[in-house]
């Protein structure tokens, strides 16, 4: 069969898929059935898929696709040589029997070693086998495949029950003009879909070949096909209407909602509605939410990032009057704003103070107690890092912030929002008159919430923040609440990366092993190993992070082995290990240094690192001594002063002297002390290198 190359398009046409999970499913079908086709070779070097889903249909369109796949050759191996024929070399019985099983004749058959013996092998091509054959595999394993987050069962009209994300109606495939006839989901392929709902200007289409898809569903059923394409036209219409509405007013920037209203429409039509100004006295983060959550609408910020009471809705359909649309949005939203006023209003009749006591009735973990339990142990935390970090008034306040900033929790506005706590209680602080330090704080704790989330505005948010998270880390960690492999329910790789973040960010004199003790000190249940393991689950946090920041894996590795304990110090020792790793001494001395850790590690017993005058006998020892004795204080002081770069690139004096030393000595004398003085030697040098990071990590 001749093979000719001609574009693909395969569409799967269902009821409204679910939104939040469009986008996946359209880029799985569309990789499944490419990857398939690739590696079953249906497909050129440079084919190319574009990936169409809208909410009724999953589609791909693959260029260059052969009609048939290049013939295989295919070798089998049939019995040994000394089986397969006999002494004169005739054929075997076995070997005409399996020939004649296989169809095959003697002259199909080759002679080869494999695994020190000899075979008889048949040798054949292989037919290549037409497309229909490879895309129906294909189309299985995609549909096998897809991520559907809840399956639906459904019957078929002959009763048949199928599962799919939602119940399929109709299937395309076509190879340049023909049909690809492929089954699946009890539908057979052909050439028509169907376009809008509403709107499509005949009720089945034909797809007359694979290129003219998008067009033709865009022409004839109102459909705009490509999720991307969709996107970029709703992300433009967005865009044109907000400078209609002038004041340089802008859209509210959020993908998720983009995407998620991208997978909602099919003609998308963006229209400028507006809400009374009233409701702009509540909280904009309370209208910003209800609008976004509930109806996914995108309010419209002024120049300064401040709400204003018009918005955006992307309508499914484009009448020529869309007053009536406007109206029946404006309606809808006007309820939902209604309620965040009287929640807001409510709320503000009680002081925040008053909701405390209630966290005693809450249940924060059934082996940790309540949140008013919780509450206590984050006030303890607190208390200690404000008065290390400031004075007794930081401490105050910091005390003062924690014991309120989980009462909103309590409130109407966090019940119906649960994704306000924190902010609302920043407002209603400000309410009570507790001013912008305590407001902040509590609004502020959660923080970082995520990767590039901002830190703590204040040092009492910043003490309440890091309490917080300790407790958390501390607490779960005390009663063996780990994160396994990719499962971390409680989040608390986030709030350790959290507390690295305000650590490092912010340079503040806190040491890791410190906080870490005073947290779980305040859990009876944490066992004598709970402690390093959380400060082990710590520093891999660091690790991860400063890798995503561009540092090698030998660097960091060189760095953290120290455990440095005030992580503010980190980036500057980073930066004086790639300095010295870039001197021309550096692989020598990080090699010696190896080299010492390795015979320090075998010495019986601890080495003190002290050195005898008088058992120095050897020039190379004696020079050494000297060396260290001019060079060592001189990078202790650069040490001491902060000034990590400096400190170790005077140290790289040394190579010369270390050496001679390694060439002239040895350090396991028969004599006990002159042994003890060279290892005393040797630890002092090894103190020495090692204060800013452990140098044998940059040893190839």
Do not use: W
């Amino acid at each position: 069969m001749a093979a000719t190359t001609k574009n693909l398009l395969v569409e799967l046409f269902v009821e409204e898929l679910p939104p939040k999970a469009l986008k996946k499913l359209g880029e799985a079908f569309a990789n499944e059935i490419f990857g398939t086709l690739r590696k079953l070779d249906y497909l050129d070097a440079a084919s190319i898929q574009t990936v169409y889903a809208s909410p009724r249909r999953l589609g791909v369109h693959i260029t260059a696709v052969r009609s048939v796949c290049p013939d295989v050759p295919v070798r089998t191996r049939l019995l040994p040589v000394g089986v397969a024929f006999g002494p004169a070399g005739e054929p075997s019985d076995s070997l005409l029997k399996r020939l004649d099983k296989e169809g095959a004749s003697l002259a199909e058959t080759k002679r080869a070693f494999e695994g020190g013996k000899e075979f008889v092998f048949l040798e054949r091509l292989a037919v290549g086998r037409p497309l229909v054959d490879g895309l129906q595999g294909a189309l299985l394993v995609a549909i096998e495949n897809l991520p559907i987050p809840k399956v639906m069962t459904y019957q078929l009209a002959d009763g048949t029950d199928v599962k799919f994300v939602r119940p399929a109606h109709a299937l395309v495939a076509l190879h340049g003009n023909e049909v690809v006839p492929v089954q699946a989901l009890g539908l057979q392929a052909g050439r028509t879909t169907r376009g809008h709902r509403f709107e499509a200007a005949v009720e089945r289409i034909e797809i007359a070949d694979a290129d003219s898809y998008a067009q033709t569903l865009e022409r004839d059923g109102a459909v705009i096909a490509s999720f991307q394409a969709r996107r970029a036209e709703i992300a433009r219409q967005l865009a044109d209407a907000a400078q209609k509405v002038g004041g340089g007013v802008q859209p509210i920037d959020d993908a998720a909602l983009l995407d998620e209203v991208t997978a909602l429409v099919e003609r998308p039509n963006v229209l400028v509605c507006a809400f009374e100004r009233e409701f702009l006295d509540v909280p904009q983060e309370c209208l910003i939410l209800t609008m976004k959550a509930n109806q996914k609408y995108f309010p419209l910020l002024d120049a300064g990032g401040k709400l204003t009471n018009k918005f955006l809705v992307v309508s499914n359909i484009r009448p020529a009057d869309a007053s009536a649309v406007v109206g029946g949005n404006e309606r809808v939203v006007r309820p939902r704003l209604a309620d965040a006023k009287f929640f807001f209003d409510q709320d503000r009749k009680k002081p925040l103070e008053s909701r405390v006591a209630g966290l005693s009735k809450v249940v924060y973990h059934n082996k940790l107690g309540t949140q008013g339990e919780r509450i206590e142990r984050v006030r303890a935390i607190a208390r200690v890092i404000g008065a290390r970090l400031g004075d007794d008034l930081l401490a105050h306040n910091a005390d003062r912030a924690a014991l309120l900033a989980k009462a909103d929790l309590l409130t109407d506005m966090v019940g119906e929002f649960p994704e306000l706590q924190g902010i609302m209680g920043g407002y209603y602080a400000r309410h009570d008159g507790l001013g912008e330090d305590i407001a902040f704080a509590i609004e502020d704790h959660y923080r970082p919430r995520f990767a590039g989330d901002a830190l703590p505005r204040n040092r009492v948010g910043l003490v309440v923040a890091l309490a917080d998270k300790l407790e958390t880390l501390a607490g779960l960690f005390a009663i063996g609440q780990l994160p396994t492999g990719d499962k971390d329910p409680f989040a608390l790789r986030r709030h350790a990366l959290g507390i690295v973040r305000m650590l490092m960010g912010q340079d503040l004199p806190l040491a890791v092993g410190e906080l870490v003790a005073q947290a779980l000190a305040l859990f009876p249940q944490a066992e004598a190993k709970t402690g390093a393991l959380l400060a082990d689950f710590i520093f891999e946090r660091l690790a991860g992070l400063l890798r995503e920041q561009g540092y090698s894996t030998q660097e960091v590795d060189a760095v953290l082995a120290l455990r440095p304990q005030r992580l503010g110090d980190v980036a500057k020792r980073l930066a004086a290990v790639r300095a010295f790793a870039a001197l021309p001494e550096a692989p020598a001395l990080a090699a010696a240094n190896k080299r010492i850790g390795n015979i320090l590690k075998k010495a019986d017993g601890r080495v003190d690192p002290h050195v005898s005058d008088v058992l120095l006998q050897e020039d190379a020892e004696k020079a050494l001594h000297a060396a260290m004795g001019s060079i060592g204080p001189q990078a202790h002081a650069q040490f001491e002063a902060g000034d990590y770069t400096a400190s170790l690139q005077t140290l790289a004096a040394l190579r010369g002297p270390v050496d001679a030393f390694f060439d002239g000595v040895m350090v396991n004398a028969e004599q006990p002390d002159l042994r003890l003085n060279r290892l005393g030697l040797l630890s002092m040098l090894h103190q020495a290198m090692n204060r800013v990071a452990d140098l044998s990590r940059l040893a190839s």
